[in-house]
T-cell receptor
Framework: GQNIDQPTEMTATEGAIVQINCTYQTSGFNGLFWYQQHAGEAPTFLSYNVLDGLEEKGRFSSFLSRSKGYSYLLLKELQMKDSASYLCAVTGLSGAGSYQLTFGKGTKLSVIP | DTAVSQTPKYLVTQMGNDKSIKCEQNLGHDTMYWYKQDSKKFLKIMFSYNNKELIINETVPNRFSPKSPDKAHLNLHINSLELGDSAVYFC???????????????FGPGTRLTVL
């Protein structure tokens, strides 16, 4: 089965840096995704990691350690518009033997002035 | 030019009714999905279709029946609606170029279903 843990809520100040952690246990792990979801909207893709290490994309970076079952999303120079839920998702084998994306419960980030 | 679209955006109905949600993608993707996001914002896969063929069918009541008339469309029909079916239903699609489920999924705007 799949198990994904991330903090429920976080608060950070505009202009600061915040790190959102995600730990996972899954069978047939292939990769880890981060999605952003603003309230009342659809999830949108931010980044994915397949190999260990850091992937940087502008103000957002994502890190993966496969041996530790651990990832984090780093958001720099926080802006008010970054207030959203951040969903950690892993690709692993379903019971039927096909790959599927399993989402964590999301971390609601509030950016305050 | 919307990539993944769903109709309707809002659906309010009585218990026991039957309803359908439609999804269309114009990205030329091979795989489409239905997800359910409950009141606690937990997003869970329900079904996945690849080129009109069912490939994932999670533990979902058989009152839920997906139908894919072609690879650009995946509709969801729900029979005998129950209070617990109230949620936001998201359609998504992905290209099937990468093995192991590594293709990015693109989500539709969601359908908020309220069962009274």
């Amino acid at each position: 089965g799949q198990n994904i843990d991330q903090p429920t809520e976080m608060t950070a100040t505009e202009g600061a840096i915040v790190q959102i952690n995600c730990t996972y246990q899954t069978s047939g792990f292939n990769g880890l995704f981060w999605y952003q979801q603003h309230a009342g909207e659809a999830p949108t893709f931010l980044s994915y990691n397949v190999l260990d290490g850091l992937e940087e994309k502008g103000r957002f970076s994502s890190f993966l350690s496969r041996s530790k079952g651990y990832s984090y999303l780093l958001l720099k120079e926080l802006q008010m518009k970054d207030s959203a839920s951040y969903l950690c998702a892993v690709t692993g084998l379903s019971g039927a033997g096909s790959y599927q994306l399993t989402f964590g419960k999301g971390t609601k980030l509030s950016v305050i002035p | 030019d919307t990539a993944v679209s769903q109709t309707p955006k809002y659906l309010v109905t009585q218990m026991g009714n039957d309803k359908s949600i439609k999804c269309e993608q114009n990205l030329g993707h091979d795989t489409m999905y239905w997800y359910k996001q409950d009141s606690k914002k937990f997003l869970k896969i329900m079904f996945s279709y690849n080129n009109k063929e069912l490939i994932i069918n999670e533990t979902v009541p058989n009152r839920f029946s997906p139908k894919s008339p072609d690879k650009a469309h995946l509709n969801l029909h729900i029979n005998s609606l129950e209070l617990g079916d109230s949620a936001v239903y998201f359609c998504a699609s992905s290209q099937d170029r990468l093995a192991g489920g590594l293709d990015t999924q693109y989500f539709g705007p969601g359908t908020r279903l309220t069962v009274l």
